[in-house]
């Protein structure tokens, strides 16, 4: 574990990590929350298929996340140990910087891939209870929307540690964004 912390030292990613994470774990929650909104409005009772689509949107993004992360990152660090290597004509590859390099790429694409699946997992929470009698489907549908409202609290309240922002109002803005795509999906059907 201490090359972790090396690795993020050396690359100075600590910055990118954060943002992929809080980025990322925001559109997990989002997305889950659009989809309970989309089936409640929609008259969606039965809680397999918005289960289903929840899991299956969270680990979509998670293989997008992480595949597309890692190709990028891998270029653009690729680049800056080339620009170092060329500054400091050696070959850099086999030292703390290349191996800082390779890893950090893969890190931060594992950090970007996790995080909008796992700020999913709460929304379905009561969906996967329900499928299984322990929790009305009735129950379900606000309870899966508090967990994302939740969710979104909490990661404004991490970003607000992260920025010296006063928590609770840092978290309450991440919950107002939830609450505007609730809304909306109110308004686009009618306001039924």
Do not use: W
Request: aromatic fraction near 10%; charged fraction near 15%.
């Amino acid at each position: 574990m201490d090359d972790v912390g090396e690795y993020i030292r050396v690359t100075r990613a600590q910055g990118i990590l954060r943002r992929y994470f809080a980025v990322n774990a925001f559109d997990g929650a989002m997305t889950s929350l659009g989809v309970v909104m989309g089936a409640y409005i929609t008259g969606l009772k039965e809680p397999a298929p918005i289960l289903g689509v929840i899991l299956m949107g969270g680990f979509a993004m998670a293989v997008s996340g992480f595949s597309g992360t890692y190709l990028a990152e891998r270029a653009e660090r690729e680049r800056d140990l080339n620009d170092l290597e060329g500054a400091m004509l050696v070959d850099l590859k086999h030292t703390i910087h290349g191996e800082a390099s390779r890893y950090i790429s893969l890190f931060a694409a594992l950090v970007d891939g996790a995080a909008p699946f796992l700020a999913s997992v709460p929304s379905l929470i009561p969906f996967a209870l329900s499928l299984y009698g322990l929790l009305p489907p009735g129950i379900a549908f606000p309870s899966s929307i508090a967990s994302s409202l939740l969710t979104l609290f909490l990661l404004g309240v991490y970003l607000g540690r992260v920025s010296g922002e006063n928590l609770i109002y840092s978290g309450l803005k991440m919950v107002a964004a939830g609450v505007a795509v609730a809304l909306i999906a109110f308004l686009l059907n009618g306001g039924d």
